[in-house]
């Protein structure tokens, strides 16, 4: 087969793979970047890229017949989900056994999907989680680059004091209030002058059209728009999507060798190739990376790999839960889909939670509270390539540590004002924590283990690893503003040190 050469390659384009696109292509370094998804700048028959969460079609989801949606009923009834074909569509959610990940496919990867929720995490946890890391570096350098090249943007207080959109969240604001909690703002990617233009009818809706999951068609700055752009702008790119690495080697001379399978809209590998380049870096999230990874170490491609590749995994101590407010605290029928505000109670030493303010945009009055909680849960899991697949090793008792963490805050809330929790949300009737999913996976090559402090694989030389894999299991907040702020320091240091002539 022949070998198609590249200075660089970067696997994936979510944020760890968009930063080191971006930075390999300026310092004048010729970079292919292979995704596995579709570039999603297309309109389909509707005249949409995307479909939205109330009708989903086969633009949903990831090769699935039928929609996999976190909120599986509502009022006990299978409203959400629906049969479509399989495509390469925009969310995957990838089953391990007692746990599923989110995850976005396509050109941006989670950038797709996610809530847009842009948090800086607080300096003293980011530094328990990164003791090697200059932290003053981070919150003076690399925190300000990341922001600003995301766009990162917060809503006016005094349109979230008076719009109807966000009801939903004064009315959880109060219930913490009540509870004498602290809530905080939280910074979005999401352009928020284009919201104020669709709550005044003179564009078209999106986050007030209730796109968030599998796309939104407007408005979101997504990495396509900000960091990918950039990167193709230099000329210095080429992208090429619907093509998995499936294997990695190192070649006698010390260059890396790619297997990759090109997909087609049914998912059938319609060709096999090979690549070559003398850098490589992984982007493919921390189930897409790891896995790169664990089985080249297990299939012995790469036997020098660390004992700890695969290691210190965990979901962000994520769960999700409604509460059912009274009568009179109406959540409103009109409701944004990008959370704007969380509680934090991180610095309570006996249970740190943040808890951020979720939409459930069903169009109706509904009086639900959903929260999307962070808990510091210290567990951490283990990823393994056994029998031809990635495995988790997650454990259920795993997930009652940030299940009791967040029972912990929210029966406090309850109790403050005579609530209850919703038992209807989650699929199983009386299931309150959903703790079978997560949004953040984090870690399977953690920095300064499977890596050196800069996200240099150890063992082998211009191997990097620049996203959520690095990551502890743990961040305290949503990870992506953290992934890419790091993904800017890996690059400053390794452009100046590795590629000098
Ligand atoms: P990803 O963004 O996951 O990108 C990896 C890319 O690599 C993907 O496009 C994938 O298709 C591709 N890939 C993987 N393996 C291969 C391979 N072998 N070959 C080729 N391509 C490959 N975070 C926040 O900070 N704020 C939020 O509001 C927020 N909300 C979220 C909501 C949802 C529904 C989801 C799913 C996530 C959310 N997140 C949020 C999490 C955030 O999106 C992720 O932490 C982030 O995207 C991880 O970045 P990454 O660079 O590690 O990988």
């Known amino acids: 087969e022949p070998v198609d050469n590249s200075p660089a390659i970067v696997v994936g384009s979510g944020y760890g793979g968009a930063v080191a696109a971006l930075r390999l292509?300026?310092?004048?370094?010729?970079?292919?970047?292979?995704?596995?998804?579709?570039?999603?700048?297309?309109?389909?028959?509707?005249?949409?890229?995307?479909?939205?969460?109330?009708?989903p079609?086969?633009?949903?989801?990831?090769?699935?017949?039928r929609t996999e949606a976190p909120l599986a009923s509502f009022l006990w009834l299978d409203v959400v989900n629906r049969d479509i074909t399989p495509y390469p569509?925009?969310?995957?959610?990838?089953?391990?056994?007692?746990?599923?990940?989110?995850?976005?496919?396509?050109?941006?990867?989670g950038s797709l999907v996610n809530g847009s929720m842009a948090v800086t995490p607080l300096r003293s946890y980011f530094a328990e989680q990164f003791p090697t890391v200059d932290a003053t570096e981070m919150y003076g350098t690399y925190f300000p680059r990341a922001r600003a090249m995301l766009g990162v943007n917060s809503i006016d207080p005094a349109w979230f004091e008076s719009t109807d959109w966000y009801r939903f969240t004064r009315t959880a604001r109060k219930a913490a209030q009540r509870t004498g909690l602290r809530t905080t703002f939280v910074p979005s990617v999401y352009d928020f002058a284009y919201m104020r233009k669709e709550a005044a009818g003179t564009v078209p809706r999106s986050a007030l059209g209730q796109e968030v999951i599998y796309g939104n068609n407007h408005g979101k700055r997504s990495l396509d728009k900000t960091y990918l752009a950039a990167a193709l702008g230099t000329g210095n790119v080429t992208l090429h999507t619907m093509e998995k690495v499936t294997a990695i080697s190192r070649a006698s001379d010390g260059s890396w060798v790619l297997e990759t399978g090109r997909l087609d809209d049914t998912g059938t590998v319609v060709e096999t190739k090979q690549y070559g380049c003398a850098y490589l870096f992984l982007g493919g999230g921390?189930?897409?990376?790891t896995e790169l990874l664990v089985r080249a170490r297990q299939s012995g491609t790469l036997p020098a790999l660390d004992a700890s590749v695969g290691a210190g995994w965990g979901p962000n101590g994520n769960v999700m839960l409604g509460r059912a407010n009274h009568l009179w605290d109406t959540t409103g029928a009109d409701q944004s889909t990008m959370p704007v505000m969380g509680i934090d109670d991180w610095a309570n030493p006996d249970n740190p939670v943040f808890a951020e303010m979720a939409p459930l945009p069903?169009?109706?009055?509904?009086?639900?509270?959903?929260?999307?909680?962070?808990?510091?849960?210290?567990?951490r899991a283990t990823l393994s390539y056994d029998n031809g697949s990635l495995s988790l090793s997650w454990s259920a008792a795993q997930s009652a540590v940030s299940v009791a963490m967040?029972?912990?805050?929210?029966?406090?809330?309850?109790?403050?004002?005579?609530?209850?929790?919703?038992?209807?949300?989650?699929?199983?009737?009386?299931?309150?924590f959903a703790d079978d999913f997560c949004y953040h996976p984090l870690g399977g090559c953690v920095l300064g283990k499977a890596t050196d402090d800069y996200g240099r694989v150890k063992g082998y030389s211009r191997l990097y690893v620049t996203d959520s894999s690095l990551v502890p299991g743990n961040i305290g907040v949503n990870?992506?503003?953290?992934?890419?702020?790091?993904?800017?320091?890996?690059?400053?240091?390794?452009?100046?040190?590795d590629t000098a002539p």
Request: hydrophobic share 45%; net charge positive; charged share 20%.
């Open 89 to 109: 569509g925009v969310l995957d959610r990838v089953r391990f056994a007692n746990m599923s990940v989110y995850v976005g496919r396509g050109v941006g990867g």
């Open 362 to 379: 069903t169009g109706l009055e509904n009086w639900v509270s959903l929260y999307l909680a962070i808990t510091k849960n210290p567990e």
């Open 25 to 55: 292509a300026q310092a004048g370094i010729r970079t292919l970047v292979l995704e596995m998804g579709r570039a999603w700048n297309t309109a389909g028959p509707d005249g949409k890229v995307f479909c939205t969460t109330a009708s």
């Open 57 to 65: 079609d086969k633009r949903s989801m990831w090769f699935r017949a």
């Open 479 to 497: 990870p992506f503003v953290t992934i890419t702020a790091l993904a800017e320091r890996t690059m400053a240091r390794v452009l100046v040190e």
């Open 406 to 432: 967040a029972k912990k805050l929210f029966d406090r809330i309850n109790a403050a004002n005579s609530t209850i929790y919703r038992y209807d949300l989650f699929g199983t009737p009386s299931k309150v």
């Open 286 to 289: 921390s189930l897409g990376t």
